[in-house]
Nanobody, 122 residues
Framework: QLQASGGGLVQAGGSLRLSCAVS????????MGWFRQAPGKEREFVAT????????YYADSVRGRFTISRDNAKNTVYLQMNSLKPEDTAVYYC?????????????????WGRGTLVTVSS
């Protein structure tokens, strides 16, 4: 089970940290990803991290502003979002990807949590 939290309303330029708590499975071979879906748009890749060695990948639109990390002891993945823009407004989802990895491809992720809404006002 994946449980995302931390969304909310923030002004442009502000920061939020999303959390994704994982229970019920071993994560050592997984990539953990964050995706987002804005109203009327398709779900898009944001970032993903290898649970075992911390390798990360980011969408160009968030690189340098967002940081994905994980806490092995807490079985939790984080998405630190800085310098937020109105176009970052979306429902954010965390997901788990076991081998063979899809990385940026949402269709290849195997487990999904419920989303958390992030709203960035201008």
């Amino acid at each position: 089970q994946l449980q995302a939290s931390g969304g909310g309303l923030v002004q442009a330029g502000g920061s939020l940290r999303l959390s994704c708590a994982v229970s019920g499975r071993t994560l050592s071979s997984y990539f953990m990803g964050w995706f987002r879906q804005a109203p009327g748009k398709e779900r898009e890749f944001v970032a993903t991290i290898s649970w075992s060695d911390g390798i990360t990948y980011y969408a160009d639109s968030v690189r340098g502003r967002f940081t994905i990390s994980r806490d092995n002891a807490k079985n939790t993945v984080y998405l630190q979002m800085n310098s937020l823009k109105p176009e970052d407004t979306a429902v954010y989802y965390c997901a788990a990807d076991d081998p063979p990895y899809g990385l940026r491809d949402a269709g290849r992720y195997d487990y999904w949590g419920r989303g958390t809404l992030v709203t960035v006002s201008s």
